[in-house]
Each structure stands twice: as structure tokens, then as C-alpha cells.
């Protein structure tokens, strides 16, 4: 979604905004399979040199909610139950991170590699299932009743996240003049995952 808004261009990139920038990648990337990983993007924050935005607008309506959240819960008494408080209060404030990180157009390309790797590997499940009717570890086609026929489940077999990995990689590629005409790539993609929730 980054790739929709306007963002700041650095003649260059420095060497540490750079490393910033792929550990922030490795963070989401292993965050996809235990999302506690997460917690390198403060580390990446940290590295590239918080800037504090300024909270407003939607930013203080966001750090309002993330903060009304936390005491609904800390009053419920969900917070007894495994740390659930801190774990729900570290996903709620990412969003704030993400600004502080201040991502620029180079952040942007770079995390745009990481959503194309991807996305090509989902396809390549995909396609897989679509031919053997299971996919490359041996997880079996979702029989419900897709767009056209069963559901793809690409890498996590769930076709909501082959089509929301499909999503991410189609607002990509469309950002870029060069990349445009790939569009129907992710496109097909989200015709194997199926699901007419999209």
C-alpha cells in the first residue's frame, strides 16, 4: 500500500537506511509464519533513526484506538490469559512504528521485491495444485466451490492469503510503468485462490 502514497526521494541511500530497510524485510517476512517477529522492526527503527511524525489526523486517531483497545482488554481481564494484552498491544502499535521508521521510495522498491518473491512463489503452488491437484507438500486442493472450480491455497493453503498475496503483488506491479502489463499474473492468481469473498 505504500506504493499508493506520495513519499519521500533521497538522492541516495545510505548504507544504514539500506540494512534499516532489509531487516525491516526479514522482520515481515519471518512475521508471515510467527508474527512475534515483528519485534525486529524496532530494532530496524531503531538502526534507521526514529522520526517522530507529527500525531496527528489519522495518527492520533490511530494511537487514540490502539490505547482505548489496551484498557477495554486490561479491564476485561483478557490480559490474564498469556500475555495477551502485550502481544495485541505490539501488533496494534506497528502501524505507528511504520510511520516512525519513515519508509522512503527506496524502502518501498526493496519491500516491493520481497511482496514479487512472494507472490511468484505462491503462483508457483498454484499452478502446481492446479495441474497434480495438490501442491508442492503435498496439501491437497480446498474442494469447496471457487471461481473456476476449487480453491488454490498457494503457500499457507488458505486461498484468503494466495488472494490477499495475489492483491499486494497487482497494486505492485500496477505502481510501476515498467511492470503494468505483469498485472495479469496476480490477476490469474487470484482466479486459482478462488475465493468470491474477492
Known amino acids: 500500500m505504500l506504493n499508493m502514497v506520495q513519499l519521500p526521494v533521497k538522492s541516495g541511500s545510505s548504507a544504514r537506511d539500506a540494512l534499516a530497510d532489509w531487516l525491516l524485510i526479514a522482520s515481515v517476512l519471518s512475521a508471515l ?7 525486529a522492526l524496532l530494532v530496524a527503527v531503531l538502526l534507521r533513526g526514529p522520526r517522530l511524525p507529527p500525531f496527528q489526523g489519522p495518527l492520533a486517531f490511530l494511537a487514540a484506538s490502539v490505547a482505548w483497545a489496551m484498557v477495554v482488554m486490561a479491564v476485561r481481564g483478557v490480559a490474564d490469559s498469556g500475555g495477551q ?77 494466495s488472494g490477499s498475496i495475489s492483491i499486494a503483488a497487482l497494486l505492485t506491479l500496477a505502481s510501476r510503468a515498467s511492470t503494468r502489463w505483469f498485472v495479469v499474473l496476480p490477476i490469474f492468481n487470484l482466479l486459482l485462490a478462488g475465493s468470491f469473498r474477492f
Not at 33 to 39: E, T, V
Not at 98 to 106: K, N, T, W
Open 85 to 161: 494484552l502485550v502481544y495485541f498491544g505490539f501488533l496494534w502499535i506497528l502501524p505507528l512504528l511504520i510511520a516512525c521508521y519513515a519508509p522512503d521510495q527506496h524502502t518501498v522498491r526493496r519491500f516491493g521485491h520481497l511482496l514479487i518473491a512472494l507472490f511468484l512463489v505462491d503462483l508457483t503452488f498454484n499452478l502446481f495444485t492446479l495441474v497434480t491437484g495438490a501442491d508442492l507438500l503435498g496439501r491437497e486442493l480446498d474442494v469447496r466451490k471457487g471461481v473456476v472450480g476449487g480453491r488454490g491455497g498457494g503457500l499457507f493453503a488458505h486461498s484468503f492469503y
Open 33 to 39: 509464519f510467527m508474527p512475534m517477529a515483528m519485534a
